[in-house]
């Protein structure tokens, strides 16, 4: 009986060791404020070219008002976060 104690102690540790190596991996580096504003900077610069590839397709009246109302949202977005980048820097 005893044996099979150990045996299952040592089992579960294995398995937690394991577990936190695995979990180690997944675990990123915490990004510094400027590494995120770089990364919401580019996302907001692909959002903005998307809008304006939108732009050009649509065709219906009331979606070119919103299509329009979307580009310059992006493009607002994408200033303010390049003048955020600059302040940092």
Not at 60 to 75: F, G, H, R, V
Request: aromatic content about 12%.
């Amino acid at each position: 009986m005893e044996t099979n104690k150990n045996y299952f102690e040592n089992r579960g540790k294995q398995i937690i060791k394991m577990a936190n190596i695995i979990a180690s991996k997944f675990k990123g580096e915490e990004k510094t404020e400027e590494q995120e504003i770089i990364e919401s900077l580019r996302k907001a610069e692909r959002e903005w070219k998307d809008k304006e590839e939108y732009f050009q397709y649509v065709t219906e009246p009331d979606l070119i008002d919103y299509a329009i109302y979307q580009l310059e949202a992006s493009k607002i977005k994408y200033m303010y976060l390049l003048k955020k980048v600059k302040e940092i820097k």
